[in-house]
């Protein structure tokens, strides 16, 4: 078989309830509307894990954070667990990053052959939580609503400067695939940290939505007293007593929010034209680690199994995928199956510990009975919740809180737990059965404080002294870039041109 070209465009906590059928209508978002109309469109997808770092752990490998053990932005990524880019590799391709992938330890590639740009966030151990001090809040890392209340414009920020070079070096990498020097098939992750906060746009992106009528979330701050246990905890770690969060802040956080989707789709644009133009084909896939809340019910950013903040959108644009929208409930666990089934490899030898399925037959007509597993065990959480998405519903589990069912075609905002509710409990003891067998909660939560201990003596221990940093340093070979004297200029000047002259 042709093995097909992967072009894996990750964004940064895009909520996917603002792709129902690809980008919501309002979204100034050409690139990616061109991109869903030619794409198997998953629009019920949900995150392994509303965080970062498990998130994606999670997506690159197809297993839950309880199997890789990355449960928190701090968490060491074992280099023994495959990945996509290990697949891909040991079948042939070239594997290359440009961009985030949080990974956390010494192993900086985890199967990539080349990585093209530093990560934005460290490496070591020091966003480790503490199940031992509940409600502790470690406020140099944490999130708090700084964010909301410094909304606004800027021509530069942290996370500009880093998305800016991402698309440079990935687009640089595309014409540099386009010469033809390696003939192996290619898969190029391109990993951008927008529209993740802070909620600051430039602003040509800005000005896009003056006019916007989605600035107000649709459910509007709901008490602190009336909020879910997790919620509350969350509120909390956000430190959210000390700002005074106005209407006017939540609409400019929007709007910011809105522009920087904006801001990545002419990125986006920006890479598909260079596919065009050197007239090289690629099953292309964009998918988001996890969403955000956006101000929905008065809560802001990730780690909540809530819609906005668990759903991600995820699209594959493959000519062996049906175009179209797809409703079943699926996973960023299903990416590395379906990259697999899509270039011919086989996961056999590992698929015993894998959690996620291919999408492949699901875009091509076929069912999916399983249900759509997620975990979290990071910072705002004192135990490791979990939930599964079966259909309609959805069921979270926590030792420390009550059990919450939500059926999320009556009540897609989630207002009405019908946990307690006497018509239900069938489904409840139905789903409940599903999460003992598959999750064993005090085990769990013994592996989760076994690994915080653990690296919370490693951090400290290597703090103390000279210290080597994990953090990726990208090599840049001068001597082997443009003209240098071992080369031969004629041979140069031809192998670098697409398309070759006469």
């Known amino acids: ?55 994606r752990a999670s997506f690159m490998t197809g297993q839950l954070p309880r199997r890789t053990q990355v449960y928190d932005n701090a968490a060491e990524f074992d280099s023994s667990i495959p990945t996509f880019a290990h697949h891909l590799r040991r079948a042939g391709y070239q594997t290359c990053l440009s961009g985030k992938m949080h990974f956390v330890g010494p192993d900086q590639l985890h199967g990539f052959e080349e990585r093209l740009t530093t990560d934005i966030y460290p490496a070591d151990f020091g966003w480790t939580p503490d199940y031992r001090k509940p ?29 800016d070079e991402v698309a440079h070096h990935a687009n640089a990498k595309l014409y540099d695939l386009a010469r033809g020097h390696d003939a192996r098939p290619w898969c190029l992750t391109v990993s951008f940290t927008h529209p993740h906060d802070p909620y600051v746009a430039r602003k040509r992106y800005w000005d896009l939505y003056e006019d916007c009528e989605h600035l107000d979330p649709e459910v509007p701050p709901i008490a602190y007293s009336e909020q879910d246990p997790h919620s509350r905890r969350l509120m909390d770690a956000c430190d959210f007593t000390k700002f005074n969060i106005t209407p006017e802040n939540v609409r400019r956080s929007r709007r910011a929010y809105f522009a920087n989707i904006s801001y990545l789709d002419d990125k986006i644009g920006m890479l598909m034209r260079t596919l065009q133009e050197t007239r090289q084909q690629a099953t292309i896939l964009f998918v988001s680690d996890h969403g955000d809340m956006l101000g929905e019910r008065g809560m ?7 819609e906005g903040s668990a759903r991600v959108p995820l699209m594959i ?27 011919g490899v086989s996961l056999d030898e590992v698929l015993p510990w894998t959690d996620g399925e291919s999408l492949v037959p699901l875009a091509q007509g076929g069912e999916r009975r399983a249900p759509v597993a997620m975990e979290y065990a990071a910072e705002g ?77 490693v951090y400290e221990a290597l703090r103390n002294g000279a210290y080597y940093p994990w953090d990726y340093q990208p090599l840049q070979k001068a001597s082997e870039r443009y003209m240098r004297n071992h080369m031969d200029l004629n041979v140069l000047e031809d192998g670098q041109r697409f398309p070759r002259g006469e």
């Open 1 to 55: 078989m042709t093995r097909p070209n992967f072009l894996i465009v990750m964004v940064d906590q895009l909520n996917g309830t603002l792709f129902p059928d690809g980008p919501a209508d309002w979204l100034h978002a050409p690139n990616l509307k061109a991109l869903a109309a030619r794409s198997t469109r998953f629009a019920n997808s949900y995150t392994a894990s509303p965080l970062c770092a498990p998130g």
């Open 135 to 163: 409600g502790e809040r470690i406020d140099w890392w944490y999130h708090n609503m700084g964010s909301v209340t410094g909304a606004g414009v800027a021509e530069i920020t942290n996370q500009m400067e880093y998305d």
């Open 300 to 306: 802001w950013f990730k780690m909540s199994f809530h």
């Open 317 to 343: 644009s493959s000519p062996d995928m049906e175009a179209g929208r797809v409703d079943a409930p699926v996973s960023t666990l299903d990416v590395t199956p379906t990259l697999c089934d899509l270039a």
């Open 381 to 457: 959480s004192n135990a490791p919740l979990v939930a599964l998405r079966d259909g309609k519903w959805k069921y979270t589990c926590c030792v420390l809180d009550p059990e919450q069912l939500f059926d999320l075609e009556a009540d897609p905002a989630e207002l009405h737990d019908l946990a307690a509710a006497p018509a239900h409990q069938d489904t409840l003891a139905r789903l409940r059965a599903m999460a003992r067998a598959r999750w064993d909660l005090a085990a769990y939560d013994a592996e989760v404080r076994q690994s915080q201990a653990r690296r919370w003596v």
